[in-house]
């Protein structure tokens, strides 16, 4: 299917081989799914996108190609190793000038982007540590516009996440269980903005995902609306 749709991508392939020489885990997203977000930045005219979990820089590359000149992504990461990785594969793809890099903790490093007033992002992907996925997401509603998107990672993770599978089944690790809990807290925050104000601030949908990296899913969040401290 990929072959198909994507053809070659020399600095995309390097980028994959380079994280795994290194021993990164093969998490980064699918190529269909990168290609998925670089057509939905390209399609809202991203000028400023947000990433965070930058892992080896594959989703990062996918996006910053997207941006048009002049345009921004910032990428944040927690581990000082993947980072080193994430620097070269973004250097030897050649969206270096786009991309600023963040090492560090995305609990610090998020507040210190809000305290900058780095945003508005038009796009924000969140693909960090899941079990912190709610607090990200509505650190992400604080960073962004009206009619900006925020597109959530594993929002599926093989059935799981809705309760039918048990951790340890289809590719989802038996130790899961803070991962499918922070997932759980994002739907939990949405259905809680649902009951409360409709879609006046969000409209979301999740669509699962079924490739190279098994069964997942992104979620999808239109910022509808004034956000706190907006
Ligand atoms: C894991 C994390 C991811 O972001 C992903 O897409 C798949 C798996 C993990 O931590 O296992
Ligand atoms: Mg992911």
Same mark, same amino acid.
């Given at each position: 299917m990929c072959e198909s749709l994507l053809g070659e991508d020399p600095a995309l392939e390097q980028a994959v081989e380079r994280a795994e020489a290194a021993g990164l885990p093969p998490i980064a997203v699918s190529p269909n799914q990168g290609k998925y977000l670089h057509l939905t930045a390209r399609l809202m005219r991203a000028e400023a996108i947000l990433e965070l979990g930058? *892992? =080896?820089a594959y989703s990062t590359i996918w996006m910053a190609r @997207? *941006? /048009? @000149?002049g345009g921004r992504l910032v990428t944040v990461e927690a581990s000082p190793e993947y980072a080193a990785v994430a620097a070269a594969n973004i250097a030897a793809a050649g969206v270096d000038g786009v991309v600023d890099l963040r090492v560090g903790d995305a609990h610090e490093v998020v507040p210190q982007l809000i305290a900058e007033d780095a =945003? /508005?992002?038009d796009l924000v992907f969140i693909d960090a540590d899941k079990k912190s996925t709610p607090q990200y997401f509505r650190w992400a509603l604080e960073l962004t516009r009206l009619g900006s998107l925020i597109v959530v990672d594993n929002v599926v993770r093989g059935g799981t996440v809705l309760g039918g599978l048990a951790p340890g089944s289809h590719g989802v690790r038996a130790d899961d269980a803070p991962t499918i809990a922070g997932v759980r807290g994002f739907y939990e925050l949405l259905a809680r903005e649902r009951r409360e104000r409709g879609e006046e601030r969000v409209s979301a949908t999740a669509i699962p995902t079924v490739g190279s990296k098994g069964l997942d899913g992104f979620g999808f969040v239109l910022v509808t609306g004034r956000q706190p401290g907006a």
């Amino acid at each position: 299917m990929c072959e198909s749709l994507l053809g070659e991508d020399p600095a995309l392939e390097q980028a994959v081989e380079r994280a795994e020489a290194a021993g990164l885990p093969p998490i980064a997203v699918s190529p269909n799914q990168g290609k998925y977000l670089h057509l939905t930045a390209r399609l809202m005219r991203a000028e400023a996108i947000l990433e965070l979990g930058t *892992l =080896g820089a594959y989703s990062t590359i996918w996006m910053a190609r @997207a *941006l /048009p @000149a002049g345009g921004r992504l910032v990428t944040v990461e927690a581990s000082p190793e993947y980072a080193a990785v994430a620097a070269a594969n973004i250097a030897a793809a050649g969206v270096d000038g786009v991309v600023d890099l963040r090492v560090g903790d995305a609990h610090e490093v998020v507040p210190q982007l809000i305290a900058e007033d780095a =945003g /508005p992002f038009d796009l924000v992907f969140i693909d960090a540590d899941k079990k912190s996925t709610p607090q990200y997401f509505r650190w992400a509603l604080e960073l962004t516009r009206l009619g900006s998107l925020i597109v959530v990672d594993n929002v599926v993770r093989g059935g799981t996440v809705l309760g039918g599978l048990a951790p340890g089944s289809h590719g989802v690790r038996a130790d899961d269980a803070p991962t499918i809990a922070g997932v759980r807290g994002f739907y939990e925050l949405l259905a809680r903005e649902r009951r409360e104000r409709g879609e006046e601030r969000v409209s979301a949908t999740a669509i699962p995902t079924v490739g190279s990296k098994g069964l997942d899913g992104f979620g999808f969040v239109l910022v509808t609306g004034r956000q706190p401290g907006a």
